[in-house]
């Protein structure tokens, strides 16, 4: 395995100082470092490196972050696919801007409270342990809650981003292949990230959602591009004429059932009640109302009751006929 030293630096990049200048001072100036994919598994002690900018240690066998506390210039960290397993020493690098820990084995989102400049955070793909997923220390969010404008979590079986609503100048986030399913948890989120205006989740379970589209682009004002696609005006238009027609016929139908006539429920329990039939008269030319309980009083079997008085027995028989 190999160190990250001054002397590997000082070879690699062919220093070669000026009359009357040292390495050491050659190593002040350098502002770039790239030493990936070199089996590098430790990093040495790099405080002459000063003016160090932007270091690219990606594609090693890194398990521990260390030394790098000297590096307060520091913007660019490339960090990804070693072996690292928790996120640490790096709360002194005041400048960073952009940093990357994609393919390492990170439960947790920690350790980076004090960052205020940190603009892009690139955590996709850890290798979890079958069944985990990838988690998010409180304390972190609220710390980047200001900064932060760019998050990669993509594929790290990760099912709920209720706790990003803290970073609230996120512009994009990028959760491609993990286990979302609830477009409702994506409504709690929207509301929070007012200037969320690129959101990548393809893969998730919720793309395969009923009108998945529709319903996250009428969640949220600010997105301009939902899963690689951009979201024009007249498509967002289009959707926002179409809810407030559908809520208006509720709000109508609510409306009209609150509003019934109550005679109209008071005949409807009478007719219930007494079985109203209308019958035609043609002398009269009007409909006359009969209750089939009175003609049931009347007629038993089809002849008329013997309860029933004559003369009624009579009209009535004439006016069934």
């Not at 594929?155 to 803290?166: H, M, P, Q, T, V």
């Amino acid at each position: 395995m190999v160190r990250l030293t001054l002397d590997l630096i000082a070879k690699s990049n062919n220093l070669k100082p000026r009359k009357e200048e040292t390495i050491a001072q050659c190593l002040k100036k350098i502002t770039h470092v790239n030493f990936s994919d070199r089996n590098i598994d430790a990093i040495d002690d790099l405080s002459l490196c000063k003016s160090l900018s932007v270091l690219y240690l990606y594609d090693n066998r890194i398990s521990h972050v260390t030394n790098l506390n000297f590096s307060t210039n520091l913007t660019h960290l490339y960090l990804q696919n070693n072996c690292i397993s928790c996120i640490e020493n790096l709360r002194s690098l005041k400048k960073l801007e952009k940093l990357y820990l994609g393919g390492n084995y990170i439960a947790v989102i920690e350790g980076l409270e004090g960052l205020e400049e940190l603009r892009e955070l690139h955590v996709e793909s850890q290798r979890l342990p079958l069944g985990e997923k990838l988690l998010f220390d409180p304390r972190t969010l609220r710390s980047l809650a200001k900064s932060l404008s760019v998050l990669n979590v993509s594929n790290n079986n990760i099912d709920d981003i209720k706790d990003l609503e803290a970073l609230e100048n996120l512009n994009h986030l990028i959760a491609v292949d993990n286990q979302l399913v609830h477009v409702k948890d994506l409504e709690l989120l929207l509301k929070k990230l007012l200037k969320l205006w690129k959101l990548d989740l393809n893969g998730n379970p919720v793309c395969l959602k009923p009108k998945y589209r529709d319903k996250v682009i009428l969640m949220s004002k600010s997105l301009e591009f939902l899963d690689g696609k951009e979201i024009k005006d007249m498509e967002r238009q289009f959707l926002m004429n179409w809810k407030a027609s559908k809520d208006a016929k509720k709000t109508s139908k609510k409306k009209s059932s609150n509003s019934e006539d109550p005679s109209s429920s008071y005949l409807s329990n009478f007719e219930t009640i007494h079985h109203i039939v209308p019958v035609y008269y043609p002398q009269v030319g009007n409909p006359k109302v009969v209750f089939f309980s009175d003609v049931q009083r009347y007629f038993v079997n089809g002849n008329p009751s013997s309860e029933c008085p004559q003369e009624d027995k009579t009209k009535i028989t004439e006016d069934m006929g």
